[in-house]
């Protein structure tokens, strides 16, 4: 059985972001909480039903590449967070920055912590 910390994830968005330059790549890590995921858009996310959020630096691949999890505590949770980040985040990260982007979504099913 999980035992979460405080509320326990149930949906997840995986996102990769694919850059073309490693210049681009440490101009988003540098600036992406002042620009776009504000500390005030990331509370109202919290409210709304985001558990939490990780970004990876992927080391494995001949790229630019990050990784953005989205934990939920439901579906319902996920689609009231992408409402927010339709009007609130996309705008102000195309007018920011030039990526690509993949997304990838599931139900969690399996769980191990050690």
Not at 7 to 21: A, C, Y
Not at 53 to 76: A, C, G, M, P
Request: charged share 30%; with cysteine.
């Amino acid at each position: 059985m999980v035992n979460p910390i405080t509320k326990e994830t149930k949906f997840m968005n995986i996102m990769e972001l694919d850059f073309s330059t490693k210049v681009e790549l440490e101009h988003w890590m540098a600036t992406f909480e002042e620009k776009v995921w504000t500390e005030d858009v990331m509370k109202e996310l919290s409210n709304a039903g985001l558990v939490r959020r990780t970004i990876s630096q992927v080391w494995n691949k001949d790229n630019h590449r990050l990784t953005s999890t989205f934990e939920y505590e439901n579906e319902n949770a996920y689609k009231a967070c992408q409402k927010i980040i339709q009007e609130k985040v996309n705008p102000k990260a195309r007018a920011n920055y030039t990526i690509k982007t993949r997304n990838n979504r599931g139900i969690v099913f399996y769980d191990y912590r050690s």
